[in-house]
């Protein structure tokens, strides 16, 4: 069934019209600057996380399954950026702003798949830290990590495929302008002449998936390694540990905020420039923010880093 709703799809594209995209921000001074500082923000996510991936890879003491999984994080963040500012630089600069129905498509796929596979990896990452802390003596091995990882990008690329080819398959009869700076399912629907109702609910449920059960997961790990953090009899441990666990519960919310509050409002509650804002947390701001809170305030990987600098640039006299 899905394999035929895609290839009608596909026939779809080859005559429907293009699609325009509003963009972030116009083009008055401030704006401009905006719009450089996003893309300084941008640049900064890539880089971080780019050079996480190659910490990890390089140094044998980051092969654990915390590392792994801050890996696969470090990937999704990389993509995420990817698949979003690029084309609105493109937009920006060149003032060329539409984009076929297929670029569209692969935009939402994409942020489906890693947006979705954060939502999970998260949820594994802090379940991973729950039973080293809780639990050192099951602390998973490494093919258990692999597993877990493999699990988010499958769950998540097959939700995407679905809501892709449905989102894609309402006829838009309307303006095909969409008021967001890429395309995203609530943008979209509010452009469709069709009742999209049943969807919605099909969206509301594939939310309590990937949102409202792995943050209840992550909650729960945190309230439990909190619990055992306060039995520890060090001072300077247990300041340590509330310091990370604020900090990433920070970014949790962050992330998971702004996705709830997008992806679980009725069609009608949707404004575009609450839309947009929204968005540039869980695309630009958390996967620049990611590898700064889970990996460079480490101390494992600062010395991987050092490590790495040495090595590229040994010391002469």
């Not at 939700?159 to 006829?171: E, S, W």
């Amino acid at each position: 069934l899905l394999s035929l709703l895609l290839f009608e799809i596909m026939e779809n594209w080859n005559t429907s019209s293009d699609f325009i995209l509003l963009g972030l921000l116009g083009h008055s001074r401030a704006q401009q600057f905006l719009f450089g500082m996003v893309l300084t923000i941008a640049f900064m996510a890539l880089v971080g996380n780019a050079l996480m991936i190659l910490l990890i890879q390089q140094d044998i003491r980051l092969h654990t399954p915390m590392y792994f999984l801050l890996s696969q994080l470090s990937l999704m963040d990389a993509m995420l950026v990817s698949t979003t500012v690029p084309k609105m630089a493109a937009d920006y600069l060149t003032g060329n702003k539409s984009i076929s129905p297929a670029g569209c498509g692969f935009q939402i796929f994409f942020l489906l798949t890693l947006g979705g596979g954060e939502c999970f990896l998260l949820a594994a990452m802090s379940y991973d830290r729950y039973v080293a802390i809780c639990h050192p003596l099951r602390y998973p091995i490494e093919r258990v990590s692999v597993l877990m990882a493999a699990g988010c990008w499958l769950v998540a690329t097959l939700n995407a495929m679905v809501h892709t080819g449905l989102a894609l398959h309402f006829p838009f009869c309307r303006s095909r302008v969409i008021d967001h700076y890429f395309c995203e399912i609530p943008a979209m629907l509010k452009l469709s002449c069709a009742d999209t109702s049943s969807y919605e609910r099909g969206v509301d449920m594939s939310a309590i998936l990937f949102l409202l059960i792995p943050l209840s997961t992550i909650c729960a790990s945190y309230v439990k390694i909190l619990l055992t953090v306060l039995r520890m009899k060090s001072s300077e441990a247990r300041k340590k540990s509330y310091s990370t666990c604020s900090f990433h519960m920070v970014v949790v919310i962050m992330y998971y905020g702004p996705f709830i509050f997008t992806y679980m409002r009725p069609k009608s509650y949707h404004a575009p420039g609450q839309d947009k804002f929204l968005a540039i947390f869980y695309t630009i701001v958390t996967p620049t923010l990611n590898p700064v809170i889970y990996s460079f305030r480490n101390k494992d990987v600062l010395t991987a880093m050092k490590n790495v600098l040495r090595s590229s640039f040994p010391y002469r006299k």
